[in-house]
């Protein structure tokens, strides 16, 4: 196919389409666009989608996930929830729109640390302690999240007036009443009136967990945060949480598995000076095992090395710590084990009858930390599976951390690059002072 057969381009109409993109494809995007002002007839081919998918799948973030966010993500709530209904995608358009979104600090306040950045790094910049533990808990939240926001910005040495923030909540207040909706909408509501009043330009505040599951290119699905006191299980349908269905919490998190690989080495007299090192065995020898009765008797020793302690060498430690998360009572915990947690969401979202398909809770999406132990999503599909009748496990599919420990940052980082942000999806101060605070999107 030649040009002449579809426009007229004078001298080049006789030089094939597919080799004038790859002419377009080698004078790179700038100078692309510049000729689709020439004429129509230039400008119909230079906006040919190959052409600008070409561009954009040459930029530091993957394609993919461009792919969903421009895709799903763009006109915010309500979510593009069926294919019938996404419009037409023009990604030259989206390109030119991508290169001008001013960017955004982007902190995630986690159960346990805090992530923050800003949204055009690779990754995040810094860590702290998450603003529900930052300063006196006794303080009042207002003073306590000022102190805390202002410090993030002291460290990044940006203003605050410069850009947007992202802000991941911390998933608390789980019950569908009326107090745990006050608890949220006030916490949320404090957050907005510091940023404001710190003169932030726009605020978008959204829950770790629809965070998590973005960073997975999805939707809908659950979402099973290993937090650092506790686990929640979130069902979230095209973006939003259903506590209607229920959220799951389980009293187990971070610092119980880590409180317990403590107990195990001083059972087995391995020395050591301070929780730090406990940690970081567990982060860099532990793992879940597939088939725990049958990992007892394997050989399983491995060694690992702890700055200003040494190395030091755990053996069957390295899959009991874990296991606790399925069997709880091996730690003294009286509580559901994960698998069993899950599997109850999953029979309260089949009962909603939210939608005729019920494959949109069969992902399950896993954050946090802990979650980035090896083995643990192919174990908790294994145990779903088993616990589960036929109809409901076929489809089930268990997806790790996709960011790791950052995947709820690069869940905002998905948002904060969108070509419509902050559009859609931030409050203004103006905004703020004058919406109805019942329809804050949390």
Known sequence: MTI????STGAFDRIP????????????????????????????IVSDNRLWIHFLQNQKEPW?????????????YPLQALPNQMPELSFMHIFGQRAQVPGSVIIDGGSGYCKFGWSKYDCPSGRSATFLEFGNIESPMYSRLRHFFATIYRRMQVKTSAQPIVVSI??????????????????????????????????????????????????????????????????????KVMRKVGVEVVGMGAMKLTGFLRELMQQNNIKFDSLYTVRSLKENL?????????????????????????????????FQTG??????????????????AVAL???????????????WFKTVVLTGGTACLPGLAERLGKELHGLLPRSMSTGIRVISPPYGVDSV????????????????????????????????IW
């Not at 002449?4 to 426009?7: G, M, P």
């Not at 099973?224 to 506790?230: A, H, K, P, R, Y």
């Not at 793992?287 to 053996?315: C, H, M, N, R």
């Not at 296991?323 to 009286?334: C, D, K, M, N, S």
């Open 4 to 7: 002449h057969s579809q426009s």
């Open 64 to 76: 993919d996930s461009i792919f969903f966010a421009e895709r799903h993500l763009r006109l915010a």
């Open 323 to 340: 296991e606790i998360l399925f069997q709880p009572r091996i730690a003294g915990v009286r509580a559901m084990g994960l698998q069993q």
């Open 170 to 239: 911390p998933i608390c207040h789980y019950d569908d009443n009326a107090s745990a909706e006050a608890a949220r909408r006030q916490l949320k509501e404090t957050i907005y009136s510091v940023l404001f009043d710190m003169n932030v330009p726009a605020v978008c505040a959204i829950n770790q967990a629809t965070l998590a599951l973005y960073a997975a290119r999805q939707t809908s699905g659950i979402v099973v945060n290993i937090g650092f006191q506790q686990t929640s299980v979130v069902p979230i349908y095209h973006g």
């Open 409 to 440: 940052w690069f869940g905002a980082k998905l948002i904060s690059n969108l070509s419509t942000f902050p559009g859609p999806w931030c409050i203004a101060k103006k905004q703020f002072r004058h919406k109805p605070k019942r329809g804050l």
């Open 17 to 44: 389409f597919d080799i004038f993109i790859q002419i377009l494809k080698l004078l790179g995007p700038t100078e692309s666009a510049k000729l689709s002002t020439v004429c129509k007839s230039w400008k119909l």
């Open 345 to 359: 969401c999953m029979d309260h979202c089949q009962a909603a009858e939210l939608t005729g398909d019920d494959s």
């Open 286 to 318: 532990c793992y879940v095992a597939l088939d725990y009765e049958a990992e007892l008797s394997k050989v399983t020793q491995a060694s690992f090395e702890v700055a200003t302690e040494g190395w030091f060498t755990l053996s069957k430690e390295r």
